[in-house]
């Protein structure tokens, strides 16, 4: 398994906040909005991302981190053998990626996906 991507989450019920912040005033790119999520970063060449969130998606509350991996199987696997307990998944959702949740050893929650 590689990780791809980390991807920092931020929780809010003011998403326009994040638009003049993020958009407006350091010139991030909106790469995604999907309602619950927008997502900030650059067309370039650029793996790291900010998404601004209201809720976590599928009703689920807002993970601290998410990292996105090549492989959900071979996670889930390092995962199970971690003994680490799964908290959420793992599912495909509507909006095209494959996930599942677990808390880190801190206490965050993390959102390990791949996009389908």
């Known amino acids: 398994m590689k990780v791809?991507?980390?991807?920092?989450?931020?929780?809010t019920?003011?998403?326009?906040?994040?638009?003049y912040f993020?958009?407006?005033?350091?010139?991030?790119?909106?790469?995604?909005?999907?309602?619950?999520?927008?997502?900030y970063g650059s067309h370039e060449k650029m793996d790291t991302q900010?998404?601004?969130l209201?809720?976590?998606g599928s009703g689920t509350p807002v993970p601290d981190l998410s990292i996105e991996v090549d492989d959900l199987d071979k996670a889930l696997t390092?995962?199970?053998?971690?003994?680490?307990?799964?908290?959420?998944?793992?599912v495909e959702e509507p909006w095209g990626v494959r996930r599942?949740?677990?808390?880190?050893?801190?206490?965050?929650l993390v959102n390990i996906l791949t996009h389908l």
């Open 22 to 39: 993020y958009g407006e005033v350091l010139g991030l790119d909106q790469l995604m909005d999907i309602g619950f999520i927008t997502t």
């Open 54 to 56: 209201s809720e976590g």
């Open 50 to 52: 900010i998404s601004f």
């Open 4 to 11: 791809k991507r980390i991807v920092a989450n931020v929780e």
């Open 13 to 19: 019920q003011n998403i326009s906040k994040a638009k």
């Open 100 to 108: 599942f949740y677990v808390k880190d050893p801190f206490g965050k």
């Open 78 to 90: 390092r995962i199970k053998e971690a003994e680490i307990p799964i908290e959420y998944g793992p």
